[in-house]
């Protein structure tokens, strides 16, 4: 995509319009920007953008509901996830750009039916619910980062209301994609986004 204001002004609008949707529902920030941020940017600064974005919305939503987060759920979630962003990463970096646009299409898809659909699956409740669905999240994150949906349909199996979610989920993004940018690498973008953004 070519730098100018234009440009910038669009990739900032599609970042706000994330945002909106992440703030009234504590996730979808990706389901929303990534399609967008891939095809503009292409797959690898789209998604490790969508990953700054995400981190710091979640940060923000963090701040006021940082007390209501359930620290022992967390902990499987982000440790499964923890171990599967470097091969996110690894596999977002070695495949090429037509095979990652189209995985990333059908992340983003699947994951988007399966959350709409509300999905019961007894594998994802207890423990070992949270170890699958952080490592498919933390996976899913950092090749196409779409890490949301694998969290949602544990918290819908785990019988989590959506005041229970929220900060959890936000805490979760926090960290996850703190995790996703560490292994990939900060965007190259122009000053004048970031200034945008």
């Known amino acids: 995509m070519e730098s100018g204001w234009a440009a910038d002004l669009l ?12 703030r009234l529902a504590g996730i979808g920030f990706a389901l929303v920007a990534v399609p967008a941020l891939v095809l503009l940017l292409g797959p690898a600064e789209g998604v490790v953008l969508a990953n700054c974005g995400a981190g710091a919305i979640s940060a923000v939503g963090l701040v006021g509901s940082w007390r209501e987060v359930r620290l022992a759920a967390m902990v499987p979630l982000v440790a499964a996830a923890a171990c599967t962003v470097p091969t ?9 750009e037509p095979a990652l646009l189209v995985g990333t299409g059908v992340l983003v898809s699947v994951g988007v039916l399966l959350v709409i659909r509300g999905t019961r699956v007894p594998a994802l409740r207890g423990a070992k619910g949270a170890l699958a669905a952080g490592a498919a999240s933390g996976f899913m994150n950092s090749s196409a980062g779409v ?3 694998a969290v949602s349909l544990y918290a819908v199996n785990a019988g989590w209301t959506v005041r229970e979610f929220v900060p959890n989920a936000q805490f979760y993004g926090v960290t996850v994609n703190a995790f996703s940018v560490a292994a990939k690498g900060m965007p190259h973008l122009t000053t004048s986004f970031w200034l945008v953004l």
């Open 11 to 22: 990739l900032g609008g599609i970042i706000l319009l994330g945002a909106s949707v992440q």
């Open 88 to 96: 996110g990463a690894w596999a977002a970096a070695r495949l090429p």
């Open 147 to 149: 890490g949301g949906p």
